[in-house]
């Protein structure tokens, strides 16, 4: 199960012999190094203040976009495709974030000759519109939370809520990574938090339409790894455990969730195929869902029409080199793999390590790097751009490096991840690398019961009273 039926007028291969990328950091280095295992040239945009970074130094070209604010650059649909063109480029890669989900960029890629690495600027419109896609995804039988439509207006919310019951979650239909979002409670809540929704989704997206959805709330974060390709193929690579977030922002990720069970991990990659499938997905592709922790009973989330982030996790459990696989089908190649071939091995830890002050509220403190020692050993891998020396800009966002592990069992990868933690240095600034030495060691996460909830309602109250108790002591020392 999970395969479709083939096409029976396949698209011509396309070569790509030089790829332009379209982004930066980590994902930039990451895409540059799959360049080089298929033999492709890559040419990496770079705005004025990412000249220096590791993607830039390893590319076979770097070319300057624009100045250092993402508006000016890394969002410039005209002068990325501008830049591609002029550097001879076949193809664009965009990453995730930024351009990577909008239509427009890949409709002006294609316009200017060039292959987009990612799905159809129509299965972009169509996943990328939440209310579009939750239409597609009950078309294609997969069960939703009970909602609506785009909200008219407050009265029109009122009624949605009276229908679906309190506590309720407003949310963007053009959102993502958690803004535009609101849980209500109560009516007398409801016309402040769609205003202050709409208001953060118009300046975040351009679109400040609003929907409503049923708020579970014991929850786990749930997302089923899809890849297809033009000739019809659609496979699902198992499932993501997201739960550890806070405000809707993932910190850690494992493959597979220790929540899963092998006959709810079929049906939600079935879900996740045919949803796929009905928006003909070429490229890799995340169906996100949520599950209610009191049932064990999962609903459509939404769809993210790019790479992860957390990639790496399905890409340790299955050895796929999945953005490699993205260059193959962007090229018209079908899978070079089949449902019955995948096969889940082991376990696959990923934190995120962010330069953010986790003692003030998880402020970002960008700034120099003047120590950078990272871990090694068997099945530990580090995905950055950072290194000693390094100045973390401003501009973007505080991602520094993606610690992953991989071991036999969920055991032992908690164990390795502890250790490679330890082995960690990251000097000039704060990183959250603290944070998921506690988080490690913590009885609900290495039992694993943590819900989406987790890090705000009980793993930081937890640790602010901790360390409040710790600074008392040492007064009564003094």
């Not at 929704?197 to 899809?226: C, P, S, W």
Request: overall charge negative; proline content about 5%.
């Amino acid at each position: 199960m999970g395969m479709s039926t083939p096409s029976t007028n396949p698209p011509a291969e396309r070569e790509i012999r030089r790829l332009f990328v379209a982004n930066r950091g980590e994902i930039a280095v990451r895409i540059v190094r799959a360049c080089q295992t298929l033999g492709i040239e890559a040419v990496v945009g770079v705005s004025e203040a990412d000249t220096e970074t590791l993607a830039a130094r390893m590319a076979h070209e770097a070319v300057t976009i624009g100045p250092p604010p993402a508006a000016e650059s890394y969002l410039r649909i005209e002068r990325l495709v501008d830049a591609a063109v002029r550097s001879g480029c076949d193809a664009v890669h965009p990453g995730y974030g930024f351009l990577s989900e909008r239509s427009s960029f890949a409709r002006a890629c294609a316009d200017a000759g060039l292959i987009f690495v990612g799905p159809s600027p129509q299965a972009i419109d169509a996943m990328g519109d939440k209310i579009t896609a939750v239409t597609l995804a009950e078309r294609a039988g997969v069960p939703r939370l009970p909602g609506s439509g785009a909200l008219a207006d407050a009265a029109h919310a009122i009624r949605v809520a009276a229908e679906i019951g309190y506590p309720v979650l407003i949310k963007a239909t053009a959102g993502g990574g958690g803004r535009g979002m609101r849980v209500v409670r109560a009516d007398s809540e409801l016309e402040s938090s769609m205003r202050s929704a709409a208001n953060e989704a118009q300046a975040a997206f351009g679109d400040a339409t609003l929907y409503m959805e049923k708020f579970i709330e014991e929850a786990r974060h749930i997302e089923i790894q899809v890849m297809g390709d033009a000739h019809g193929n659609v496979v699902y690579l198992g499932e993501r455990e997201c739960s550890t977030q806070r405000r809707h922002q993932k910190l850690i990720e494992e493959a597979p969730s220790p929540a899963v069970t092998a006959d709810m991990r079929v049906a939600m990659g079935d879900c996740a195929v045919r949803l796929a499938r009905d928006a003909n997905y070429v490229g890799a592709g995340t169906i996100e869902f949520v599950v209610d922790v009191r049932d064990n009973r999962f609903y459509f989330l939404e769809m993210n029409t790019r790479i992860q982030v957390e990639h790496p996790v399905t890409e340790m459990v299955t050895g796929l080199d999945l953005v490699a696989e993205q260059i193959r089908v962007a090229r018209g190649l079908p899978l070079s793999f089949t449902q019955e071939s995948v096969q889940l091995r082991g376990h696959s830890i990923e934190c995120r390590i962010n330069a953010e002050d986790v003692n003030r509220n998880f402020l970002p403190r960008p700034g120099v790097i003047t120590g950078w020692q990272t871990p090694t050993g068997d099945g530990v891998r580090v995905d950055t751009h950072c290194y000693a020396g390094y100045s973390v800009p401003p501009y973007y966002d505080s991602l520094l490096a993606k610690l992953i592990v991989h071991a036999d069992t969920r055991g032992q990868a908690i164990a390795r991840m502890r250790e490679a933690l330890e082995g960690f240095c990251i000097e000039g600034l704060p990183s959250t690398l603290p944070f998921h030495q506690e988080v490690l060691q913590h009885d609900d996460f290495v039992h694993g019961r943590v819900t989406t909830r987790w890090v705000e309602h009980n793993f930081l109250p937890e640790r602010k009273a901790r360390l409040r108790s710790a600074a008392e002591a040492v007064k009564a020392e003094v």
